[in-house]
């Protein structure tokens, strides 16, 4: 499966193909986010996409034409991926070429599945939720007061699409832990490959995230533990509980830390993951 982006943000031209492990890189403000953005909306919204396409209703349709309308209707959709206005992608195209020799195969491949994003954002989500939350709350009271719907234009925050599916996991966090992913029967060394590598435990108490220091025993709420701690908690999360087969799985890190005593934790992570 492979995109061509054209005019999305900072990318004015650019292909990519997807594999089992696929690694974007580059300077501050090339597009990095922008690509990531887009191919995870696409691969969220895909079903939608796909049950809408009029080329399915044929017994033997082109699939090289359900490519290119997908490809239409998604570009349609990149404003509200991003949630900005429709100008910014006046002259965007997002371009999809999936390669596969049958309608049963394509069908197939369309099933729901919705991936997973842990974004840049991540260690500000996990800070602020609560106050999101408490927001929110405030507001829907002023609602019931008031009856002013106007107020919902005015003070609902607006997020990219994968920062609000980031911030509805970390809200989740209670119900996620009650069930295991298939990764914690048959990979049983990854479940505690993120806590040994920081020396640290995770645990959820009584709807609390903290984090338990292995060498001290002491316990910390995890928005006072390290950045890399805080970064690392929802993959921990995701791998343990909800991790599904054949799905996709984003994650995005803003920048790349190398330190004498620790080599790139990232790196060693997805190399386990993959």
């Given at each position: 499966?492979?995109?061509?982006?054209?005019?999305?943000?900072?990318?004015?031209?650019?292909?990519?193909?997807?594999?089992?492990?696929t690694?974007?890189?580059?300077?501050?403000n090339?597009?990095?986010?922008?690509?990531?953005?887009?191919?995870?909306?696409?691969?969220?919204?895909?079903?939608?996409?796909?049950?809408a396409?009029?080329?399915?209703?044929?017994?033997?349709?082109?699939?090289?034409h359900?490519?290119?309308q997908?490809s239409?209707?998604y570009?349609?959709q990149?404003?509200?991926i991003?949630?900005?206005?429709?100008?910014?992608?006046?002259d965007?195209?997002?371009n999809?070429?999936?390669?596969?020799?049958?309608?049963?195969?394509?069908?197939?491949?369309f099933?729901?599945?919705?991936?997973?994003?842990?974004?840049?954002?991540?260690?500000?989500?996990?800070?602020?939720?609560?106050?999101?939350?408490?927001?929110?709350?405030?507001?829907?009271?002023?609602?019931?007061?008031?009856r002013?719907?106007?107020?919902?234009?005015?003070n609902?925050?607006?997020?990219?699409?994968?920062?609000?599916?980031n911030?509805?996991?970390?809200?989740d966090?209670?119900?996620?832990?009650?069930?295991?992913?298939f990764?914690?029967?048959?990979?049983?060394?990854?479940?505690?490959?993120?806590?040994?590598?920081?020396?640290?435990?995770y645990?959820?108490?009584y709807?609390?995230?903290?984090?338990i220091?292995?060498?001290?025993h002491?316990?910390?709420?995890?928005?006072?533990?390290?950045?890399?701690?805080?970064?690392?908690?929802?993959?921990?999360?995701?791998?343990?509980?909800?991790?599904?087969?054949?799905?996709?799985?984003?994650?995005?890190?803003?920048?790349?830390?190398?330190?004498?005593?620790?080599?790139?934790?990232?790196?060693?992570?997805?190399?386990?993951?993959?």
């Amino acid at each position: 499966m492979s995109f061509e982006l054209k005019n999305i943000g900072a990318i004015k031209q650019a292909k990519i193909e997807l594999g089992e492990l696929t690694v974007i890189c580059g300077k501050n403000n090339t597009g990095k986010t922008y690509i990531t953005y887009s191919i995870y909306g696409f691969l969220y919204e895909k079903y939608s996409l796909f049950r809408a396409v009029e080329d399915l209703k044929v017994l033997e349709p082109d699939l090289n034409h359900i490519n290119r309308q997908l490809s239409e209707l998604y570009t349609k959709q990149l404003k509200d991926i991003f949630n900005v206005n429709a100008e910014e992608f006046s002259d965007a195209e997002f371009n999809i070429d999936i390669i596969l020799s049958n309608r049963v195969l394509f069908e197939d491949y369309f099933k729901k599945s919705l991936p997973f994003i842990i974004s840049a954002e991540r260690t500000g989500i996990q800070l602020f939720q609560k106050e999101l939350d408490k927001n929110k709350n405030e507001l829907i009271k002023t609602l019931t007061k008031t009856r002013n719907i106007d107020l919902l234009e005015e003070n609902l925050a607006r997020f990219a699409l994968p920062i609000e599916e980031n911030i509805n996991f970390a809200r989740d966090s209670d119900n996620v832990i009650k069930s295991n992913s298939f990764l914690k029967q048959e990979y049983p060394e990854l479940m505690t490959y993120i806590e040994e590598m920081l020396g640290v435990r995770y645990e959820n108490r009584y709807g609390r995230k903290v984090v338990i220091d292995k060498t001290t025993h002491r316990v910390l709420p995890h928005y006072m533990s390290s950045t890399s701690v805080r970064a690392l908690f929802d993959l921990h999360l995701w791998l343990k509980h909800q991790a599904k087969k054949r799905r996709y799985t984003v994650y995005r890190r803003a920048r790349i830390e190398f330190t004498p005593k620790k080599p790139n934790q990232n790196s060693s992570i997805i190399g386990e993951i993959n």
